[in-house]
């Protein structure tokens, strides 16, 4: 059996509302977890239960307009949802090998500002996205 084509991590993309962010980010994780309802019907039982999408994102801190964290700070608590393609791979066409995966996000609360004292660190911070449904794979 030959090895696994493996995903490396120097190409990911991840555009919200048509805006490129891979420049600001450090680390890109599309998850899923059990959701949590007060309600659980008999058809979620019978399906297994539902699943919450999220991103997990660790960026830079940035004050400027075009950054990924002025863009969180600006969505944060709205009710409009935000499209994504997240494109693990950096390619300009999906395949495939290599897809993308799209859907919509939200954010509940604005991101951290702030850290250590250093001389010579730069600030980060961590955010989580939920999505709004179940990302869709786009092979083409």
Known sequence: MAASTR???NALKLTLAGTDYYADC???MLENEEATSNVVTFA??????SWQWFFTIEAVQSYDST???KKMWDI????TNIAYVFNPWGVTTPT????NFTGNIRLKQPPA?????????EYTFTIRLDCQETPTVVTA
Do not use: L, M, Y
Request: hydrophobic share 35%; glycine share 22%.
């Open 67 to 69: 950054s990924f964290w």
């Open 76 to 79: 944060a608590g709205g009710s």
């Open 26 to 28: 450090i680390s890109v």
């Open 113 to 121: 500002i702030g850290g250590t004292a250093s001389t010579t660190d």
């Open 96 to 99: 495939t090998t290599k897809p």
């Open 44 to 49: 979620d039982a019978a399906a297994g239960g």
């Open 7 to 9: 995903i490396k991590g």
